[in-house]
């Protein structure tokens, strides 16, 4: 990690106040401009790494708690998350030798937790280097002090992170896949083993279980053409038959698929793609931007949503591989018709529910509670995935949009989207009810 040292060297900020009372200089506070342009980084080398939408909520859940627990020791206005949620260490009471500049020890602690839970490190580090070599003087006493707390504080959440079962679950046996009739198979082009089949067991930050919000179940399988099942089945195969352009730009707008693969003969090669959290993450940048939002409400509003995120995805993965639902490709090639495609590629986990519904109403839960009801923005996030930008009055038009895409991409049944958005309104309502960020 030495490299931080260097690129954080050009890094300063006029004095701050510490959690230990000295006077703030008066000196600007420097912009959250800075700050969201971290999260872009972070995001960048998720991507390049393809995590799965489950673990990349898991990156900017610990990244994002770590700055976030940082930067509020400047002022007093946002509570710890301390004392509100399982494990994590009481980071206030961290000592810091001399002025601490909170900015800087926030950038620090996101960059250096975010660094040890990514592959590529190294995309972090040039990425850096170019971000923080635009910001203001240095001076090497408070630089030095603020890095050692940056340090301390991430120090810490990656040590609570080491409890929450993830290392547990890469150990645990290669999934096996269900010969009953009706249960998850893998799917084409690439015929991918499952993902995250032991999410469930992560330990969960707001929730008191990953069962806690159980959906209830998925129409029983059956192939009788009048079963409640094959009626879904057959609207997923008539819908995306007659589709609006508008329908289709809906579904490929939050396709945001990191596993996507193309075929031409006998090459495979994979094009990266944002995951479901990943654009999230950026609308709350867009948002708090466009609400001009301070650096301590916009950590707060970042670490919001990755714990709804992150929650959500848990919940989510929890069902999945509890009802292991086949997915309407496999259905449709086999009783309905054979030379179907789904206009997106099928994801390579069960069907029910569908994550990204349950991920989309959980955070625009949260984020309706901390911007407001009709809060209106613009969403850029996939112009640099070749998509246009797209305008929603209301962060909950975003997420119904975002579920309903689901079926115009052919890979899910009506039932996953709407229980989907059940069991994400009530994550999300439970991530307002359990934690309390400002004072």
Same mark, same amino acid.
């Given at each position: 990690?030495?490299?931080?040292?260097?690129?954080?060297?050009?890094?300063?900020?006029?004095?701050?106040?510490?959690?230990?009372?000295?006077?703030?200089?008066?000196?600007?506070?420097?912009?959250?401009?800075?700050?969201?342009?971290?999260?872009?980084?972070?995001?960048?080398?998720?991507?390049?790494?393809?995590?799965?939408?489950?673990?990349?909520?898991?990156?900017?859940?610990?990244?994002?708690?770590?700055?976030?627990?940082?930067?509020?020791?400047?002022?007093?206005?946002?509570?710890?998350?301390?004392?509100?949620?399982?494990?994590?260490?009481?980071?206030?009471?961290?000592?810091?030798?001399?002025?601490?500049?909170?900015?800087?020890?926030?950038?620090?602690?996101?960059?250096?937790?975010?660094?040890?839970?990514?592959?590529?490190?190294?995309?972090?580090?040039?990425?850096?280097?170019?971000?923080?070599?635009?910001?203001?003087?240095?001076?090497?006493?408070?630089?030095?002090?603020?890095?050692?707390?940056?340090?301390?504080?991430?120090?810490?959440?990656?040590?609570?992170?080491?409890?929450?079962?993830?290392?547990?679950?890469?150990?645990?046996?290669?999934?096996?896949?269900?010969?009953?009739?009706?249960?998850?198979?893998?799917?084409?082009?690439?015929?991918?083993?499952?993902?995250?089949?032991?999410?469930?067991?992560?330990?969960?930050?707001?929730?008191?279980?990953?069962?806690?919000?159980?959906?209830?179940?998925?129409?029983?399988?059956?192939?009788?053409?009048?079963?409640?099942?094959?009626?879904?089945?057959?609207?997923?195969?008539?819908?995306?038959?007659?589709?609006?352009?508008?329908?289709?730009?809906?579904?490929?707008?939050?396709?945001?698929? &990191? $596993?996507?693969?193309? +075929?031409? %003969? =006998?090459?495979?090669?994979? /094009?990266?793609?944002?995951?479901?959290?990943?654009? !999230?993450?950026?609308?709350?940048?867009?948002?708090?931007?466009?609400?001009?939002?301070?650096?301590?409400?916009?950590?707060?509003?970042?670490?919001?949503?990755?714990?709804?995120?992150?929650?959500?995805?848990?919940?989510?993965?929890?069902?999945?591989?509890?009802?292991?639902?086949?997915?309407?490709?496999?259905?449709?090639?086999?009783?309905?018709?054979?030379?179907?495609?789904?206009?997106?590629?099928?994801? &390579? $986990?069960?069907?029910? +529910?569908? %994550? =990204?519904?349950?991920?989309? /109403?959980?955070?625009?839960?949260?984020?309706?509670? !901390?911007?407001?009801?009709?809060?209106?923005?613009?969403?850029?996030?996939?112009?640099?995935?070749?998509?246009?930008?797209?305008?929603?009055?209301?962060?909950?038009?975003?997420?119904?949009?975002?579920?309903?895409?689901?079926?115009?991409?052919?890979?899910?049944?009506?039932?996953?989207?709407?229980?989907?958005?059940?069991?994400?309104?009530?994550?999300?309502?439970?991530?307002?009810?359990?934690?309390?960020?400002?004072?």
């Amino acid at each position: 990690m030495s490299y931080f040292r260097i690129l954080l060297f050009l890094l300063f900020y006029s004095t701050c106040t510490l959690c230990q009372g000295e006077v703030y200089s008066g000196a600007a506070t420097p912009s959250t401009a800075l700050f969201h342009r971290a999260q872009k980084n972070l995001t960048r080398a998720i991507v390049h790494d393809i995590f799965s939408p489950p673990v990349a909520s898991r990156i900017y859940l610990y990244a994002n708690a770590a700055a976030y627990e940082t930067i509020i020791c400047e002022k007093g206005t946002y509570a710890s998350l301390h004392g509100q949620v399982a494990g994590l260490p009481d980071i206030a009471h961290i000592p810091t030798q001399g002025e601490v500049n909170y900015p800087l020890a926030a950038l620090y602690a996101f960059f250096r937790t975010g660094g040890q839970l990514v592959f590529s490190e190294h995309l972090l580090k040039d990425s850096v280097e170019v971000l923080l070599r635009e910001v203001g003087e240095k001076n090497t006493a408070t630089y030095q002090n603020s890095l050692r707390y940056g340090q301390a504080v991430s120090d810490s959440i990656i040590k609570w992170a080491a409890g929450d079962n993830y290392l547990a679950t890469r150990k645990r046996r290669r999934y096996s896949y269900s010969k009953t009739p009706g249960k998850w198979m893998p799917t084409p082009p690439g015929f991918m083993d499952a993902i995250e089949p032991y999410w469930g067991k992560i330990r969960p930050v707001a929730l008191d279980s990953a069962q806690q919000f159980k959906p209830l179940p998925p129409p029983a399988f059956s192939t009788e053409k009048d079963s409640e099942f094959m009626k879904q089945a057959r609207e997923v195969y008539d819908v995306t038959r007659q589709m609006t352009d508008e329908q289709r730009l809906m579904a490929s707008y939050w396709d945001c698929n &990191p $596993f996507f693969l193309n +075929t031409q %003969g =006998h090459l495979n090669f994979a /094009t990266k793609k944002l995951s479901p959290g990943g654009h !999230w993450i950026s609308i709350v940048g867009l948002a708090a931007t466009a609400a001009g939002m301070d650096w301590p409400a916009t950590s707060a509003a970042y670490v919001l949503t990755s714990i709804a995120l992150f929650d959500g995805f848990i919940s989510c993965w929890d069902e999945k591989y509890r009802s292991q639902l086949i997915r309407p490709e496999t259905v449709i090639n086999a009783h309905i018709d054979e030379k179907w495609h789904p206009l997106l590629q099928t994801p &390579p $986990f069960p069907e029910y +529910t569908s %994550g =990204h519904s349950v991920i989309s /109403t959980a955070v625009a839960t949260v984020l309706t509670a !901390w911007f407001g009801e009709a809060f209106a923005f613009l969403d850029t996030t996939e112009v640099e995935y070749g998509l246009p930008s797209r305008r929603f009055t209301s962060f909950r038009q975003a997420c119904d949009e975002a579920a309903i895409s689901r079926l115009y991409g052919g890979i899910h049944y009506r039932a996953a989207i709407e229980q989907g958005q059940v069991q994400g309104e009530q994550v999300g309502k439970w991530v307002l009810q359990k934690v309390h960020l400002k004072q």
